[in-house]
């Protein structure tokens, strides 16, 4: 599953808010799924950065129930010749959506630089 293969080794920590879908008013935002990752100074760009969403002690949320309330989350950067580019434009403070094709369903600030710093 791809939130423990994060989980293990998490790039970086953010905080979300799910955004209510306008046809549903529900947010996809869930476990499980392989979204993609968009900075909000970015227009049409999306990443493969996937994560993994945490309850308050940051241990992984069950697979099923749709996120309704802000949640942590952690990040991992998925093709490994990313990393640099992107240990260059992640840093606290940053803001981003995840994205399910042209849908943002959620907006995110990075809290905290994890495992990227260890990179070259």
Request: net charge neutral; with cysteine.
């Amino acid at each position: 599953m791809v939130e423990e293969w994060v989980y293990k080794q998490p790039d970086f920590a953010a905080q979300l808010n799910p955004i209510p879908q306008p046809k549903t008013g529900i947010s996809l935002l869930r476990q499980g799924m392989k979204h993609d990752f968009m900075y909000q100074a970015d227009k049409s760009c999306a990443w493969m950065i996937h994560y993994a969403l945490l309850d308050a002690q940051r241990n992984l949320l069950p697979e099923e129930p749709l996120c309704e309330g802000e949640v942590k989350a952690y990040f991992r950067v998925v093709n490994p010749e990313l990393r640099l580019k992107h240990k260059q434009r992640i840093k606290p403070g940053i803001e981003f959506y995840v994205v399910a094709g042209s849908y943002k369903i959620a907006k995110g600030v990075v809290t905290e630089v994890l495992h990227l710093v260890d990179e070259n």
